[in-house]
Structures are given as C-alpha cells and as structure tokens.
C-alpha cells in the first residue's frame, strides 16, 4: 500500500502552492492526500469577465496549478514537476460564488504523471461541475529540467 505523505511533506507543499502569482489571484489549497488536491476559491469581482461570469483562465489556472500539486505529492522532495500538455473542457458557466477544484494523479511512474481536474462551481441553487482537464507532467530534478532549458 503507498504511504500517505508526512506532515512535513504536506506542510512543504502547502507552503510551495502558495509562492507566485497565486496568493494574488486567491486560491488556497484545503486537502492533501497522496495523489490528490483540493482547492478554493472565493470569487471576487475581479475573478469576473465582461459579461460577470468567472473568466476561463481563473478556472483554467486552477484546474493547472491544482493538478500540478497533486502530482508534486507523489515525486520525491529533489523532484519538480512542469506541465507538458493541458486540455480543458468547460462543460457549464460559472457565476457562483465560490470554485472547488479536486485533480487527482491518473497514472503515475517513470518521468511521465497524468492528472485530473474536476472544477465545481458553488452558486445560490446548488453546486455545478463547470470544467474538467486532463493535464499530463513531466518530472525531473531541477538540474535535469534547466539543461533541457538551456
């Protein structure tokens, strides 16, 4: 059976997914297990776009980032992980009050990871599942990843 990550590793991790541009956009990672992430968002006018739904790229970059952690779970702690390759599909407006991401690992081994994300939007009559992505990694050392970079 694998094992759940540490306490240590969790509070690494949540640390980590809260670096860059995330705090200001708002997102807040809730529930870690191996494998698996949840988040939040409280939506705010500036999460909106002209017609006041919640803009795509909110949604697109939390399915992404949220996927990205889950997968940040299952590499050893030298490791990182990059997107290589993100679809989308959204399947309902979003014009509620708050998202909920869940992405979880698909398949994971050798330097390839897949994930899921499922994104739910909480609006006055209940709660509706607004997108899903399939969002593939690729894992290597940081060393590994900057001289395929440079």
Do not use: W
């Given at each position: ?122 609006r006055p009559d209940g709660e509706a599942l607004v997108a899903k992505a399939i969002v593939t990694f690729s894992i290597g050392t940081h060393s590994h990843i900057l001289k395929k970079v440079h």
């Amino acid at each position: 059976m694998e094992k759940a990550p540490t306490l240590k590793r969790i509070q690494f991790l949540k640390k980590d997914y809260s670096r860059g541009f995330i705090p200001d956009v708002g997102y807040e990672a809730v529930k870690y297990e191996r494998g698996y992430l949840e988040s939040h968002l409280k939506v705010l006018t500036r999460h909106r776009q002209q017609d006041n739904y919640i803009h795509a790229g909110v949604i697109a970059t939390m399915a992404d980032h949220t996927a990205g952690y889950a997968a940040f779970s299952l590499v050893p702690e030298d490791h990182r992980i990059l997107t290589i390759e993100f679809e989308i599909n959204f399947l309902d407006p979003a014009f509620g009050h708050a998202l909920i991401c869940g992405s979880r690992i698909l398949r994971e081994g050798g330097q390839i990871l897949v994930g899921e994300s499922e994104v739910f939007n909480q609006r006055p009559d209940g709660e509706a599942l607004v997108a899903k992505a399939i969002v593939t990694f690729s894992i290597g050392t940081h060393s590994h990843i900057l001289k395929k970079v440079h």
